[in-house]
């Protein structure tokens, strides 16, 4: 199964700059944590404002033709996470294409 990938969008950045060889290499992070740069972000979960400095958790989803990123209060995301196991074999995991088979965790 597909791991998701956490790191921190300021360190990531200052390795970016440094050597673009190592950038190639690397997957795109779907989920990382970061603090709010201003306090014009939203949760996409109960739609109030997330305060400027504080935790958010970012996701990479595609929305409107293009990669974005929304926002989620850390307690809000964590809420709105969602594990069972599959009930068939049609199922396939959308970040590592792999298929779920039926009784896998989800």
Not at 1 to 8: C, P
Not at 10 to 18: F, K, L
Not at 62 to 72: E, P, Q
Request: hydrophobic share 30%.
């Amino acid at each position: 199964m597909g791991e998701i990938k956490v790191v921190d969008i300021e360190e990531d950045e200052e390795e970016q700059d440094g050597n673009a060889d190592t950038n190639a290499e690397a997957p795109e992070a779907r989920l990382f944590v970061k603090e709010a740069k201003s306090a014009r972000s939203t949760c996409r979960t109960c739609g109030e404002f997330i305060p400027r400095g504080g935790k958010r958790v970012g996701m990479r989803v595609y929305a409107g033709g293009r990669t974005v990123t929304v926002w989620c209060h850390p307690r809000c995301w964590l809420d709105s996470c969602e594990i069972g196991y599959a009930d068939s074999n049609r199922g396939k995991c959308f970040a590592a294409r792999e298929k779920i088979c039926k009784g896998d965790l989800r």
